[in-house]
């Protein structure tokens, strides 16, 4: 079996998250939601994020960021992003296919991070018929490239947006990395800083299918009950994945998880720059960037999982989880120095 370094989807469930899940699997509730499990659950983000703010679980991080768009934006309307941006590159056209809204892109720095002053490039088209009408802004929480937005950089990008009169939305499929790494509150990094609805992110962080969007808009959240049944995120046997957020955000079980990731890709990183042939990025998260021969790349790739994401210059993504160990971390070092 290869030690999976590609994702932390390749981390199993927490064992906490598997034990309240058997436990919800008790008895008889109502379905889609309208269940005690889902009220303790929304309570749970309520105490983080403010009692007006308004929760919808779903399956998929995809789910999760078409749903939030969806309710965002007009069929005539686009999402400014960067050209890197997971809703970009890495969910097969599902909201411009199912969401029917216009992509926008804006090319990322090193760090996949834009800046305030590039959403002037789409400024002009909102009064032009011409043109899908820039409507919304999205930012990754963390960066497909492993950087992190701090609390001044979101609240700089929310405040051109909203001058320009757009909404805004973070998908943070890995929020709870980005919290850990700062160190600051989840609503003040987000709801705080100008976002209006947020992709929360729970499958990359020891839960099983579950994933969720709060809105702190309320207008946004209007119909979005028949709008999620309509995008195919509506689980009629709800109980399950809200068990599971209960559990894990009832006494910081999501940031221990995060917390402990971010630590291991920074050892990680120290580690392999002990070596000559090796250069580790200083993770920002729990994603380490690493720059490496092609010949010991792929050599490495045929006892351990994990991807080349720069062909051109040879760098290797490995994605640290809760469940990574520097026993792993270690292995994968000394087979690595022994390339040289």
């Avoid at 998250?17 to 303790?40: H, Q």
């Avoid at 937005?149 to 909203?162: C, F, I, N, P, Q």
Wanted: hydrophobic share 45%.
């Amino acid at each position: 079996m290869f030690t999976g370094f590609a994702s932390d989807n390749t981390a199993g469930v927490h064992p906490r998250i598997m034990k309240a899940v058997l436990e919800a699997n008790t008895g008889y509730c109502r379905p889609y939601g309208f269940d005690e499990w889902s009220e303790a659950a929304i309570s749970e983000f309520r105490k983080l994020f403010g009692e007006d703010a308004q929760v919808f679980f779903a399956l998929s991080g995809t789910g999760g960021n078409v749903m939030s768009l969806r309710t965002m934006l007009r069929p005539w309307q686009g999402v400014i992003c960067s050209d890197v941006a997971h809703i970009n590159t890495d969910e097969s056209g599902a909201p411009e296919w199912v969401g029917g809204v216009k992509l926008l892109p804006l090319p990322a720095d090193e760090e996949g991070k834009i800046h305030p002053g590039q959403l002037a490039r789409w400024a002009g088209d909102i009064k032009d018929c011409h043109h899908a009408t820039p409507h919304a802004l999205s930012i990754t929480q963390t960066t497909e490239f492993g950087g992190v937005y701090s609390l001044e950089e979101v609240r700089a990008l929310t405040a051109e947006a909203h001058a320009m009169g757009l909404v805004t939305h973070m998908d943070g499929t890995r929020i709870a990395n980005a919290v850990a790494s700062l160190g600051v509150d989840v609503c003040e990094l987000t709801r705080n800083s100008g976002i209006d609805i947020l992709s929360f992110g729970g499958t990359k962080n020891g839960l099983m299918l579950a994933e969720a969007v709060v809105v702190f808009r309320p207008e946004l959240a209007e119909d979005f009950l028949t709008m999620r049944k309509q995008s195919l995120q509506l689980v009629s046997k709800m109980r399950f994945v809200a068990a599971q957020f209960t559990e894990a955000l009832r006494d910081g079980l999501w940031l221990e998880n995060a917390r402990h990731a971010n630590e291991m890709a920074r050892y990680f990183a120290s580690e392999l720059n002990r070596l000559p042939h090796m250069e580790a990025r200083t993770p920002a998260a729990n994603a380490l960037f690493v720059r490496m021969k092609p010949e010991h790349m792929s050599k490495l790739m045929e006892k351990y999982y994990f991807y080349e994401v720069d062909h051109v210059r040879h760098i290797a993504r490995l994605m640290c989880s809760f469940t990574t160990t520097k026993e792993e971390i270690d292995a994968f070092v000394r087979d690595a120095a022994a390339l040289c």
